[in-house]
T-cell receptor, first 109, second 112 residues
Framework: GIQVEQSPPDLILQEGANSTLRCNFS?????LQWFHQNPWGQLINLFY???GTKQNGRLSATTVATERYSLLYISSSQTTDSGVYFCASLNTNAGKSTFGDGTTLTVKP | DSGVTQTPKHLITATGQRVTLRCSPR?????VYWYQQSLDQGLQFLIQ???????AKGNILERFSAQQFPDLHSELNLSSLELGDSALYFCASSVDWNYEQYFGPGTRLTVT
């Protein structure tokens, strides 16, 4: 099945800093999502981005499907951004979803 | 709030028992997905239903089964429970089988 790799596994930032999280996938995908899992365990949709670039406030994401990667940008980070960020792909043919192992972000005040 | 509801929020049971987790998708969504999140395995896809029919199967154990009912709610049945089944179980829904997924708050299962 498809493999999804996220980097870095852990990231510690000072409040106000910017960061880039990366997601590589082993095969072509036509459904790519980014999620934030907050400290209470809730999975929050950030972006549904099979290709192209999207922005939502301080967050933006870019997926280059032909090169099999996606990037999540967080600008002016806040302590509430802390948590685990997951990317996930859905393989159209097999219909199975695959999550990466996540990037654990800690933003210090 | 994603619009996906799951019950119960917490469940504590003993090894060998059977439990049922319930999920109601967002209004209008036809597809339901089940996931297991444990500390050592990360987020694992279990199974997907679309409009009452099984659409895709992932790493679901034979002791586990699921179904989607005509009103589109879904249930995940876990039987002969083992300590290793302790995990957070998520349900997600999407409007169609290959669209953006929205996750419920999860059911935290503890097997003692």
């Amino acid at each position: 099945g498809i493999q999804v790799e996220q980097s870095p596994p852990d990231l510690i930032l000072q409040e106000g800093a910017n960061s880039t999280l990366r997601c590589n996938f082993s095969d072509s995908v036509n459904n790519l999502q980014w999620f934030h899992q907050n400290p209470w365990g809730q999975l929050i949709n950030l972006f549904y981005i099979p290709s192209g670039t999207k922005q939502n406030g301080r967050l933006s994401a870019t997926t280059v499907a032909t090169e099999r990667y996606s990037l999540l940008y967080i600008s002016s980070s806040q302590t509430t951004d802390s948590g685990v960020y997951f990317c996930a792909s859905l393989n159209t043919n097999a219909g199975k979803s695959t999550f990466g192992d996540g990037t654990t972000l800690t933003v210090k005040p | 709030d994603s619009g996906v509801t799951q019950t119960p929020k917490h469940l504590i049971t003993a090894t060998g028992q059977r439990v049922t987790l319930r999920c109601s998708p967002r209004s209008g969504d036809l597809s339901v997905y089940w996931y297991q999140q444990s500390l050592d395995q990360g987020l694992q896809f279990l199974i997907q239903y679309y409009n009452g029919e099984e659409r895709a199967k992932g790493n679901i154990l034979e002791r586990f089964s699921a179904q989607q009912f005509p009103d589109l709610h879904s249930e995940l049945n876990l039987s002969s429970l083992e300590l290793g089944d302790s995990a957070l179980y998520f349900c997600a829904s999407s409007v169609d089988w290959n669209y953006e997924q929205y996750f419920g708050p999860g059911t935290r299962l503890t097997v003692t």
